[in-house]
């Protein structure tokens, strides 16, 4: 069974950065595009940022400029680099395939305040 665990997350102030990570069990991990999604309170999750196997990315509007994804195909993980947090990022961060095509992980939580 494949297994999803999100990390790095916590509380930091506007402008700020954190890297979050997400490690894949399993083996379907060089095989498929992945993505980070986030979930703010009272909102439906949303996608901000893929990567292809092959490295290729897409990012939200939103995010663009400020969020990286990166990942490590020999070590199954994929990482988000987020630079200049705004409050609006506040949010429980996921990741999944692009198609959101596994079950859920526990997500880590991300609070930008002062």
């Known amino acids: 069974q494949v297994q999803l665990v999100e990390s790095g997350g916590g509380l930091v102030q506007p402008g700020g950065s954190l890297r979050l990570s997400c490690a894949v069990s399993?083996?379907?991990?060089?095989?498929?595009?992945m993505g980070w999604y986030r979930q703010a309170p009272g909102k439906q999750r949303e996608l901000v940022a893929t990567?292809?196997?092959?490295?290729?990315?897409d990012y939200a509007d939103s995010v663009k400029g400020r969020f990286t994804i990166s990942r490590d195909n020999a070590k199954d993980t994929v990482d988000l680099q987020m630079n200049s947090l705004k409050p609006e990022d506040t949010a429980v961060y996921y990741c999944?395939?692009?198609?959101?095509?596994?079950?859920w992980g526990q997500g880590t939580q991300v609070t930008v305040s002062s």
């Open positions: 990567i292809s196997v092959g490295g290729s990315t």
């Open positions: 999944n395939t692009r198609r959101a095509t596994l079950t």
């Open positions: 399993g083996t379907i991990f060089s095989i498929n595009a």
